[in-house]
């Protein structure tokens, strides 16, 4: 199973720096980050090894369908990494996104954290 976490709140940076701090160099992590970056990139390179960083378009993950979250997240999911982020923009239908996380075939292939909440300096 695959540890997924939802980053939420704050600029795409103060997200990216969150995810950042807890990476582990040792463990193959997969990020899915939503939208540009708002200046300096904060993650390491992609090309470093058990790092896969995707950038999806910015758009509400259930009102554009989860079309394109679908596809990227099951190229990922293919390597089978035991970590994934997934950062998103806005937490307006974050509960539909969990919802969508928790049904077949995602309930069998990841296993839900507590979400990083990066607004307020948390």
Do not use: W
């Not at 990494?81 to 969990?98: C, G, K, N, Q």
Request: charged fraction near 20%.
């Amino acid at each position: 199973m695959t540890l997924l976490t939802l980053v939420t709140g704050g600029r795409a940076g103060t997200r990216e720096a969150a995810i950042a701090a807890r990476l582990d160099p040792a463990q193959h992590t997969a990020i899915i980050l939503e939208g540009l970056p708002d200046g300096k990139e904060m993650l390491p390179s992609s090309a470093t090894p058990n790092l896969q960083v995707v950038r999806i378009a910015p758009g509400c993950m259930h009102c554009i369908g989860n079309l394109v979250m679908r596809v990227t997240l099951n190229r990922m999911l293919r390597e089978k990494p035991p970590r994934l982020y997934i950062s998103v923009a806005s937490t307006e239908h974050l509960h539909l996104l969990r919802q969508f996380l928790r049904e077949p075939p995602y309930s069998e292939l990841l296993t839900l954290t507590d979400d990083l909440s990066c607004a307020s300096g948390k």
